[in-house]
């Protein structure tokens, strides 16, 4: 069965970088698109970006001056990092594979900015 | 950004049908899939491609429409579909609907 498990800090303080890794098991992150969704408070989902199965990557446009997807074909894991984040990044993030429409998720991890 | 719209909530006993909707701001054609997230969880695809089941997913939920206007409907409404429920297009980029708020009451 295809498991997702995002892991990372759960404080970050504002301007600094904010980093994730999503950690795949029962699938290679060689095949499909995955990607990395944010829920804001208040419930505004919004779709950040994704790698594909060759590592190329597409961003949100809203998100495109911060956003790096990268991965780890060897751990199978992939990567967010957004860059000067504010108190408006404050949400919980969640990996997912994109195969169509985002099939499979993580549990998410809440990530709080603030000094 | 192709922008979706969902009402906020919706409040059924449960037996009940209840049709949830999401109106895109331009067609997405069938480009259109269903998550319900309940609270403290991951949301979860229900539908995928407008009106296609998901694996495992209770033949209680469906999905239809094409263009701008979809529909989710359960039918019956039980206890447990307290949720909330979000579509999504994949025509134009990727976006979300702000979610409707379902209530058993």
């Known amino acids: 069965e295809v498991q997702l498990q995002e892991s990372g800090p759960g404080l970050v303080k504002p301007s600094q970088s904010l980093s994730l890794t999503c950690s795949v098991t029962g699938y290679s992150i060689t095949s499909n698109y995955w990607g990395w969704i944010r829920k804001f408070p208040g419930n505004k989902m919004e779709w950040m970006g994704y790698?594909?199965?060759?590592?190329?990557?597409s961003y949100n446009p809203s998100l495109e001056s911060r956003i790096s997807i990268t991965r780890d074909t060897s751990k199978n894991q992939f990567f967010l990092q957004l860059n000067s984040v504010t108190t408006e990044d404050t949400a919980t993030y969640y990996c997912?594979?994109?195969?169509?429409?985002?099939?499979?998720w993580g549990q998410g991890v809440m990530v709080t900015v603030s000094s | 950004d192709t922008v979706l719209t969902q009402s906020p909530a919706l409040a059924v006993s449960p037996g009940e049908r209840v049709t949830i909707s999401c109106r895109a701001s331009?067609?997405?054609?069938?480009?259109m899939h269903w998550y319900q997230q309940k609270p403290g969880q991951q949301p979860t695809l229900l539908i995928y491609l407008a009106s296609n089941l998901e694996s495992g997913v209770p033949a209680r939920f469906s999905g239809s429409g094409s263009g701008t206007d979809f529909t989710l409907t359960i039918d019956p409404v039980e206890a447990d579909d307290t949720a909330t429920y979000y579509c999504?297009?994949?025509?134009?980029?990727?976006?979300f609907g702000s979610g409707t708020k379902l209530e058993i009451k």
């Open positions: 790698i594909s199965f060759s590592g190329g990557t």
């Open positions: 331009e067609s997405v054609t069938t480009l």
């Open positions: 997912a594979r994109l195969k169509a429409t985002f099939d499979y």
């Open positions: 999504q297009q994949s025509w134009n980029e990727l976006t």
